[in-house]
């Protein structure tokens, strides 16, 4: 019989609510519960899905003003478990690292966004899981890379297998939306752009030799981010449909045929009825990709509020089950239905 692995997840925003969803389903998985840090409308969403509330202290009396129950404080969730998915709000985790994880001796899950180098770092390594699943297999600590970072490299590394030395360069921009689906915050009309954007280093992070150049643009929209990718090859090109081929195998991207906006996916997504309107994979769209002389061009869309969710289920298994990648591949799948829900996008886009 398998030893359920006892999670806590420290944050209920739109990576705390999917994370919950899944692992609660994960039969491998002992949900202890989740941290709330607030008494909004996903509190009570919480309780009504069955898991254990766990709150900071100093807001006792709020939640009880409000008779929101409670099952005790973060501290009580954190001591329960064997690792916590620390998904607080972005900055948080150097705190909760310092003040609660070490001083337990606990096992956390950073997500992207938290600090890699420097004063407030809060691990030695970015966790992808198509370039270092097993490198995250002896860490105590370890960052979840951001669905930005977790694109690339899903995109990178099966180029770099199957070309090698014949790649001189990536040059990627990424046009990020402005805000999630579920945020509240206004998305401006404007187009701003980021002078040094930290998703090239987290990228170079796991994929150190790259020769790598990334640009980054917010657009108005909630939808998805979509990343266009040059390779550059020392020669010419290779074939259009050895660059189909080498991706249609690969986890978690599908290949679009006739998608003309990110829009356009999520709401099929929603109306196939996937699980938080979420794809969880990157999205090939085949009709702009090019090649022409030395360069390739792809373009992707990536699900930002869904990507990095099977990425923690995969990251999990590795620190704490220590299942080979395969395993851990298989049973992700399973859980997610990742093949499947890639089939039949490829189906609607056909």
């Not at 997840?9 to 709330?36: M, P, Q, S």
Request: proline share 2%.
């Amino acid at each position: 019989m398998v030893k359920l692995v006892k999670i806590f997840i420290n944050g209920f925003g739109n990576i705390g609510r999917r994370l919950a969803t899944y692992l609660d389903l994960d039969k491998e998985i002992d949900l202890v519960g989740i941290a709330k840090y607030n008494t909004d409308v996903r509190a009570k969403e919480a309780i009504s899905k069955g898991y254990k509330i766990y709150i900071p202290k100093n807001l006792k009396k709020s939640f009880e003003d409000k008779k929101i129950q409670y099952a005790g404080y973060i501290e009580d969730g954190v001591r329960q478990s064997d690792l916590i998915i620390d998904a607080a709000k972005e900055g948080l985790g150097y705190e909760n690292k310092q003040k609660i994880y070490l001083p337990m001796d606990k096992k956390a899950i950073f997500q992207g966004g938290e600090k890699r180098e420097g004063k407030f770092s809060v691990a030695d390594m970015i966790h992808n899981s198509r370039v270092n699943y097993d490198k995250a297999k002896l860490k105590h600590y370890v960052i979840q890379g951001s669905c930005n970072v977790s694109g690339m490299g899903r995109m990178i590394e099966p180029l770099i297998e199957n070309f090698g030395d014949s790649i001189s360069r990536f040059d990627v921009t990424l046009i990020r939306r402005w805000a999630d689906l579920e945020d509240s915050k206004e998305v401006k009309d404007s187009i701003e752009w980021d002078a040094h954007p930290h998703h090239q280093d987290d990228v170079k992070d796991f994929l150190p030799k790259v020769n790598l150049y990334v640009e980054a643009f917010k657009v108005p929209s909630r939808m998805m981010h979509v990343h266009q990718m040059l390779i550059r090859f020392k020669n010419r090109v290779t074939s259009k449909d050895k660059i189909l081929e080498i991706f249609q195998k690969e986890f978690g991207v599908a290949i679009l045929k006739s998608s003309r906006g990110t829009a356009e996916v999520r709401k099929k997504a929603m109306d196939l009825g996937f699980i938080h309107g979420d794809t969880n994979m990157v999205h090939i769209h085949e009709n702009l990709l090019r090649l022409q002389d030395d360069t390739l061009k792809l373009v992707y869309s990536d699900d930002q509020t869904g990507m990095v969710i099977p990425e923690n289920h995969l990251l999990i298994q590795s620190m704490v089950s220590q299942k080979t990648r395969s395993e851990a591949l298989q049973h992700t799948d399973l859980l997610f239905d990742m093949t499947k829900r890639k089939e039949i996008l490829q189906d609607a886009f056909k």
